[in-house]
């Protein structure tokens, strides 16, 4: 394998700064509530925004590697949709704030497609924070549950409006607090309690998996997020089925896992066909989901159509239907949850981004790397319900998960599919299926511990 087509860390003495931006992103959103807790009443709240000056180096590094040395222009066309859309979100919602807040919102995805042409089990310390943040994530949750933590209900500034830490909620139908962790977010104290579980189960054991896994669940149903306790279900069901394959029907099998996780994307328009116009009860099971198809996934459009015709095309830019235009744009009002992340991208970007999916579709054929693999299947299905642009760690594990597309691994074995598809011979390509066989199942030698 080529050093360009398997970008790995450097030396010891070498900085790779998408690790370490991924890692300052986690710990700080992972720990939000305590961070912006103790930075606020300590003065050193410019310390919450180390990751995004970190961030932007990354998007240096992204225009380097991905468009000046890979010759990308897939990644050329992204950036200026990108810095378009910033623009386009400004006139949309019309204030200097938003169009900043909007900025920094974007900041993340370069961070997570500098991670193109690397593979992530290379980054050893970066899994050992990770591995660290799975643990004591769901520590922070069973310690909510029997402790009050300072965080909540703690409001902050940012960009001249005040926000709030999580308060403690209630589930409907029961006495079960909605517990927050440290993340100060009953669905992002779930999230980084799956996503860190995620990437540290693949070089464990199976035992170690079925153990800590059922741990999670227990902590992901403190949480009451439904979402995320049936992913990691599915998700723990998925691995123990893979590491019963022969090791050689291994990768192939996680490989078409991650693809057909992408049929994911039709599940809201599946709903709205099936249930829209039903009533929702207040205080039922249903009440979230049919909420959702009544109003978080078809609201927004119907205020595009109003305020901006012509976005149902192009979008309305970055920050329309997001936190930036809740927080700081006149166009409050139109405001709705958009609870899922396609959708809500799309109503950002428009026709460009389904154009840019389809991309990552076809480039996943090429992906080796079972860590971004199982990042696919998980985002893919945790985004159903869930917007994922906040806190920045979401938005960055999803641009991660795609990041092969502009590899140039990813050409070359997009060019192999091509070929196989049109009834040309296919030549077996170096970067085949045994690099990615030994980076899953703990039943390795010396899996790492």
Not at 122 to 134: N, Q
Not at 140 to 155: D, N, V
Not at 267 to 274: E, K, M, Q, R
Not at 331 to 340: I, M, Q
């Amino acid at each position: 394998m080529t050093a360009i087509a398997q970008r790995q860390p450097a030396g010891p003495i070498s900085l790779n700064i998408e690790a370490i931006a991924l890692a300052v992103y986690l710990v700080r959103d992972a720990f939000g509530g305590a961070m912006r807790y103790y930075t606020s009443i300590t003065h050193l709240d410019a310390l919450w925004y180390v990751p995004d000056g970190i961030a932007m180096l990354c998007l240096v590094q992204f225009i380097t590697h991905c468009i000046i040395r890979n010759r990308s222009v897939l990644a050329t066309l992204v950036l200026i949709q990108i810095a378009l859309s910033v623009v386009l979100g400004y006139f949309m919602l019309g204030t200097a704030n938003a169009a900043i807040s909007s900025f920094k919102m974007m900041l993340p995805v370069f961070v997570g497609f500098c991670f193109c042409d690397a593979n992530l089990g290379t980054y050893k310390k970066l899994l050992s924070v990770v591995a660290v943040t799975f643990y004591l994530s769901v520590i922070g949750i069973f310690l909510t549950k029997y402790f009050p933590m300072p965080w909540i209900g703690f409001k902050y500034e940012s960009f001249g409006a005040t926000r709030e830490a999580g308060r403690l909620w209630w589930a409907y139908g029961g006495d079960d607090q909605r517990l927050m962790g440290f993340a100060a977010d009953n669905t992002m104290a779930a999230f980084f309690t799956l996503i860190s579980f995620t990437l540290t189960s693949i070089r464990k054991s199976t035992r170690w998996c079925l153990f800590f896994g059922a741990i999670a669940l227990y902590a992901i149903k403190l949480t009451t997020s439904k979402t995320t306790m049936i992913v990691l279900a599915l998700y723990l069901i998925l691995l123990v089925f893979v590491r019963m394959l022969p090791e050689r029907s291994r990768f192939p099998a996680i490989k078409k896992i991650a693809l057909w996780s992408f049929l994911s994307i039709l599940v809201p328009f599946f709903l709205i066909l099936a249930a829209s116009g039903t009533v929702a009860v207040p205080r039922t099971t249903m009440f979230s989901i049919l909420d959702r198809i009544n109003n978080s996934w078809q609201l927004p459009f119907v205020y595009m159509s109003q305020l901006m015709p012509v976005g149902l095309l192009t979008g309305c830019g970055a920050g329309c239907f997001n936190y930036p235009q809740k927080l700081f744009s006149p166009l409050a009002s139109y405001w709705v949850p958009v609870d899922n992340f396609y959708i809500g991208t799309y109503l950002m970007f428009g026709l460009p981004f389904v154009v840019f999916m389809l991309m990552v579709i076809r480039a996943t054929f090429a992906v080796t790397d079972v860590y971004k693999l199982s990042l696919i299947f998980v985002v893919n299905l945790f985004t159903i319900t869930v917007l994922n642009y906040g806190p920045a760690t979401g938005l960055l594990v999803i641009a991660l998960s795609f990041s092969e597309v502009f590899s140039r691994r990813a050409a070359s074995s997009a060019r192999v599919v091509d070929a196989v598809a049109a009834g040309r011979p296919r030549r077996v390509q170096a970067f085949g299926a045994q690099s990615g066989l030994s980076d899953f199942g703990g039943e390795l030698p010396r899996p790492a511990r």
